[in-house]
């Protein structure tokens, strides 16, 4: 079983081509819930909706968010009415957060809703939100303290970040079945996210982190960083805003306390020296997913380099008897 962290766009696309590669029943993605919003009165989960999407086919390719093809009569109705609409809700995704929410007032935790949703839509692979808890990233900025949606969306990520918080981190549980995927895994990936407001939230959930540093399987990380740049989005300068330098190495030092391995793009190879200094291992090759043939094949490299770490060769008996004794690993005590 492969167990991928993930955030929105950047692990959506990455999905869509692990799935082209491995059964997608062997997936088990966890996800970032800290971007949530209650917006018109309704639960929006965008990068839990992100990725289920993205795994039943249906995600928009223009957008990266919400569901192909969607049309929007109901967000315009809503301007005309005086209702904020600087979040677009298309007309089907709005089909998904009314009945999520309905669920939701019924009693049933967002792991359960979440299931539900998969299962309806044809998905193999298994989508666990990172917790049933709530879990809200907010964004410090220079102009005063925003939700994530409000930073992201609304202000297009322009005020400069200050500081980011996981406002009740530190009370959630990480959800039924977290911490058995990552501990059962045979590898661990953290996809090309944002690392401060996709995978920090899930690693801010108390026993994430400790489970990531025990766990036997191999971790790998895809850098969402190019250069000096994020590939998409503010990852660059919310880095900055937490003291990090915006690079490779500045991904890697997030992880370093359980991180195996960093994927990078082919022109930061050159950088790989200073990864390898934390006691991380460096694979390069073509990061950017531009068509599916890039998401499946940045996807395949990502299980190549990964079963680089083990020198004999891997037998289908080996496979099969799962997941070898960890090295000791001088980050690991
Ligand atoms: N992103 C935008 O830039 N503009 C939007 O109006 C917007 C609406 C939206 C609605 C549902 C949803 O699931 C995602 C949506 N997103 C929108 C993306 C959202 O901001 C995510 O948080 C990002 O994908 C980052 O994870």
Redesign the pocket.
Known sequence: MICVLC???GAAKFLQGLQRIVPPAEITAVV?TG?DVM?WGLH????V??ITYALAGILSRE????VEGDTFECHARMRELGAPA?????DR?LAT?LQRTQWLKGGRSLTNVTAEMARRLGVQSRILPMSDDPVETRVVTESGELS??EY??RE?HQPVPWEVRYIGAEKAHPARGVLDAIHQAQLVIVAP??PI??IGPILAVPGIRGALRATPATIVAVSPIVGEAAVS?PAGELMRAHGLEVSIRGVAQVYADFLDMVVVEESDRKLAPRVEDLGIRVHSCRTMMQSDEDKAELARQVLVASKMRTPTPTSQSQASRGPRPRAASPRRP
């Open positions: 955030g929105g766009t970032n971007d917006w929006v989960s965008p990068d909706d992100s957008r990266g968010w919400g600087w979040f677009s809700l298309g995704d957060h994530f949606q992201f969306v297009r996210s944002n407001t996709s989005g």
